[in-house]
């Protein structure tokens, strides 16, 4: 659809990370905003914004059986992967958040990484994070590191919201916060060695780590932070409301390279000891 493209070429043009589609008594227009602040905005026809309601409807899992209840669903146009929240029917207030596609970037590995991440396998239930920022290549590393231990003949399997890039031999699932204890369980009668999550988010997110950990199944998820320091206030905040909370290794990832990687002795306590730092 071409109104899409235009949509989309004009959003990364402003650096905008929504689109907001909005409707009032009067007009039907376009918001293109990132951070809460608003870039850009257009009228648009009647016409156009029903068009572009219902394509999105059409090419994402939206269901209509569904339309009196929010709902959050993606889908993928060029290389740009949606996802997309609709609210309640009549009111037709959607909202647009942009993901780049993976990046083609090669990731680099040095020895250090590899020496702590072997010295984690030997550990089961073990528990790995990749922080970074805003498209710091934190997911780019997360699917590579995937596909590696999909090679090395280990049942994995992998929740993401949305899904940004299929990798054959992996059970990729779309994720819901909500629903982490069926997840968990789902692991726990599939016998699965290792459990991926795009992102941890909330203390929901954590808590299905944990609850991974705990029940010897090895991790790797990501997390949004600048730094160790930024990362472990955001920890803090969820341990109030978690019995246990287990984090092995957190490695640093800024602009698609691995820049430091810590190793927690006691994470309940947040002791860390840096390996390497770049």
């Keep these: 659809m071409r109104l899409v ?11 905008a990370q929504d689109i907001h589609v909005l409707s009032t008594c009067t007009q039907k227009y376009f918001s293109f905003r990132s951070q809460r602040f608003t870039l850009s905005s257009q009228t648009v026809s009647l016409v156009q914004w029903s068009e572009l309601i219902e394509w999105l409807k059409f090419h994402s899992d939206y269901s209509a059986a569904r339309s009196a209840h929010f709902q959050d669903c993606s889908c993928i146009v060029q290389s740009l992967s949606l996802r997309i929240a609709f609210s309640p029917y ?9 993901h780049k596609t993976i990046s083609t970037h090669e990731c680099i590995y040095r020895s250090e990484f590899w020496t702590m991440l072997d010295s984690l396998d030997q550990k089961r239930g073990s528990i790995c994070v990749l922080v970074g920022g805003l498209h710091s290549g934190k997911t780019t590393y997360y699917y590579d590191l995937l596909a590696r231990y999909a090679r090395n003949a280990k049942s994995i ?5 949305p899904i940004e890039k299929p990798i054959d031999s ?4 779309k994720y819901e916060s909500m629903k982490s204890h069926e997840y968990a369980s789902a692991c726990l ?7 991926g999550l795009g992102e941890a988010r909330n203390s929901h997110d954590w808590g299905f780590v944990s609850f991974l950990g705990l029940s010897t199944i090895s991790v790797l998820t990501t997390a949004h932070a600048q730094n160790i320091q930024e990362f472990i206030i955001k920890a803090r905040s969820y341990q109030t409301e978690m019995q246990h909370m287990m984090i092995d290794a957190v490695f640093i990832v800024e ?24």
């Design 189 to 195: 009668r599939c016998d699965i060695d290792y459990v």
């Design 170 to 173: 992996i059970v990729q699932l």
């Design 255 to 278: 602009n698609f390279s691995i820049s430091a990687g810590y190793l927690f002795d006691d994470f309940l306590s947040l002791r860390y000891r840096t390996v390497f730092s770049y």
């Design 90 to 98: 009549p009111h037709q207030y959607v909202v647009l958040r942009i």
């Design 157 to 161: 399997m992998s929740f993401e919201e």
């Design 5 to 15: 493209d235009q949509l989309l070429e004009q959003a990364l043009r402003l650096g």
